[in-house]
T-cell receptor, first 107, second 114 residues
C-alpha cells in the first residue's frame, strides 16, 4: 500500500523550477514524507524528507501543507541530469514505493 | 561515503536453480530491505529485517526467503528460480529508529531466469 498519489509524468524546461506534487490524504501524525529519485538503471537516491515543517537542502525543497495531506518537491533550477522518476513515500517503518512521477527536463 | 553493495550487477540463472543475491552495507545500519522492480509496477517490497536473525515479509514474499546472520549482510534466496522472477532486485539499508532516517540503496542486480 503506497499511500501516495503522484502524476505519472511531468515536463520542465531546463533552468526552470520543477514542482512535483504528491497527495497523501491518509497520512498519520507520526508518518514522515520522503522523496527519492531514480535515474535510469541506478538505485534510488535519497533527496529529502520532512514531517510537517518545510525542509530545504542542497538538492531540493519540500513544502508540506498545513493539514499534511499533500506535499510538493521543488527542484529550484532543473538540469537535464534531473531527468528521473521521482518517488514520494509516506513512511512509518518500512519504505513503500508507488509508481512515481517521470520528470522530463527539456533543453 | 556510505555504501550498499550488491554482489552482482547482472546474473543469468536457469529455471529451478537456487539463487543467492547478496547485499552488504558498511554503515552499521539495523534495517535492511529487499525490493524488486518491474516496468509499470514500480518498487515492491519483498522482505525486510530489523536486526540480525530477524525478518519480516513485505508485499510479495512468495517464492523468496532471506537470511541475516550478520548485521552488515542481508541475503535474498530464490529457492527454485522461475521465469517470473526475472527482474531488477534492489537492496537498501537504514538506521533503526524508523521514521526519521533515510534508506540507502545499492545499484541493483538484474536477474534473468531462463
Amino acid at each position: 500500500d503506497a499511500k501516495t498519489t503522484q502524476p505519472p509524468s511531468m515536463d520542465c524546461a531546463e533552468g526552470r523550477a520543477a514542482n512535483l506534487p504528491c497527495n497523501h490524504s491518509t497520512i498519520s501524525g507520526n508518518e514522515y514524507v520522503y522523496w527519492y529519485r531514480q535515474i535510469h538503471s541506478q538505485g534510488p537516491q535519497y533527496i529529502i524528507h520532512g514531517l510537517k515543517n518545510n525542509e530545504t537542502n542542497e538538492m531540493a525543497s519540500l513544502i508540506i501543507t498545513e493539514d499534511r495531506k499533500s506535499s510538493t518537491l521543488i527542484l529550484p533550477h532543473a538540469t537535464l541530469r534531473d531527468t528521473a522518476v521521482y518517488y514520494c513515500i509516506v513512511r512509518v517503518g518500512e519504505f513503500y514505493f508507488g509508481s512515481g512521477t517521470k520528470l522530463n527536463v527539456k533543453p | 561515503d556510505v555504501k550498499v553493495t550488491q554482489s552482482s550487477r547482472y546474473l543469468v540463472k536457469r529455471t529451478g536453480e537456487k539463487v543467492f543475491l547478496e547485499c552488504v552495507q558498511d554503515m552499521d545500519h539495523e534495517n535492511m530491505f529487499w525490493y524488486r522492480q518491474d516496468p509499470g509496477l514500480g518498487l515492491r517490497l519483498i522482505y525486510f529485517s530489523y536486526d540480525v536473525k530477524m525478518k519480516e515479509k513485505g508485499d510479495i514474499p512468495e517464492g523468496y526467503s532471506v537470511s541475516r546472520e550478520k548485521k552488515e549482510r542481508f541475503s535474498l534466496i530464490l529457492e527454485s528460480a522461475s521465469t517470473n522472477q526475472t527482474s531488477m532486485y534492489l537492496c537498501a539499508s537504514s538506521l533503526g529508529g524508523w521514521e526519521n532516517t533515510e534508506a540507502f540503496f545499492g545499484q541493483g542486480t538484474r536477474l534473468t531466469v531462463v
